[in-house]
């Protein structure tokens, strides 16, 4: 059996420093915004000759200097050009220049995203993962409200709440550093990936935490906690790694095979669901151990 709770002290300063780097990248770069949190354009083309390599496309409107630009064919034989401009006289840019590149192309349509409600959305989206996590908070402390001896049952909540930040403030942070370096814009989907995280990360916790309340109901009253909860964790290790890994592996697929349309959907879940099987081991149980010693240095 592994003496995981042994190893708190290396994943806390692994975690800590982790989770610096990401508040320190956010403070410098912050987050490189798409045209859904920024507004802007999107025009729907189609092609005489069918639809052209994405890279054909991005080729032909380098010389304009698109900010975001994102290509998405479709399964009607169109494709989906979005940029950051409201700008009629760009619009009629991108027209005349794939008119020219692509002699016969036509615009179906032309929508716009405004700034004002791009806004709008971006509060939304932190309001809907702000109550996610209160959320779930409040329902692991519901869950766990039999199970107070010796850890009341509001701290399995609190301990689940750190690691679920500790996830997302890891992946925000490398997306950060990805949009500075790399480009990596963020949109609705983003939001979608981090609130999948939250799940997925929140699951794991709570098939440790379970255990940890059924071998607390039958232990004798002469083991320790710290000895409990290494010993549920053991017993959940394998399911919990097995589970992840069937996950990941999807998920590499999705993002080598997917497209660009679901790429960087697939990388914020591949960074989040990783770090959530490693708090899920590492961080919320480790703080169940830290929280209880607390208590018995109090009362000494």
């Keep these: ?30 987050l490189k915004f798409g045209i ?24 032909a409107l380098k010389g304009l200097d698109l900010k975001s630009l994102t290509l998405q064919p479709t399964n009607s034989g169109t494709m989906l050009i979005r940029y950051a401009s409201e700008n009629d006289s760009v619009n009629q840019d991108v027209q005349k220049t794939l008119t020219q590149k692509f002699p016969g192309s036509k615009e179906l349509s032309v929508d716009y995203t405004d700034s004002s409600v791009s806004g709008e959305l971006r509060t939304n989206s932190l309001w809907a993962i702000f109550w996610a996590v209160v959320g779930i908070m409040a329902f692991i402390a519901w869950a766990f409200r039999k199970v107070s001896r010796p850890v009341p049952s509001w701290k399995y909540g609190a301990g689940a709440v750190i690691a679920l930040v500790h996830d997302v403030l890891i992946t925000v942070g490398v997306f950060s550093v990805l949009g500075h370096f790399a480009g990596i814009e963020v949109g609705i989907p983003f939001v979608a990936a981090l ?94 151990v830290t929280f209880y010693k607390y208590q018995v240095k109090k009362k000494a």
């Design 36 to 59: 859904d949190f920024t507004g802007g354009t999107l025009m729907e083309v189609q092609f005489a000759k069918g639809v052209p390599a994405s890279q054909n496309v991005q080729n």
């Design 195 to 288: 609130l999948t995280i939250l799940g997925f990360s929140v699951h794991d916790t709570i098939v440790v935490f379970d255990r940890t309340r059924e071998n607390l109901l039958r232990s004798s009253s002469k083991e320790e906690f710290p000895e409990v909860v290494n010993r549920s964790l053991n017993e959940t290790l394998v399911r919990s790694l097995n589970t992840s890994l069937t996950v990941i592996i999807t998920l590499l697929a999705i993002y080598i095979f997917g497209g660009e349309s679901v790429k960087d959907f697939a990388l914020a879940l591949l960074v989040g669901v990783t770090f959530g099987t490693y708090s899920s081991i590492f961080v919320a149980s480790a703080l169940l």
């Design 1 to 30: 059996m592994f003496n995981i709770v042994n190893k708190t002290k290396y994943a806390y300063i692994f975690s800590g420093t982790l989770m610096i780097l990401s508040v320190i990248s956010l403070f410098l770069w912050g």
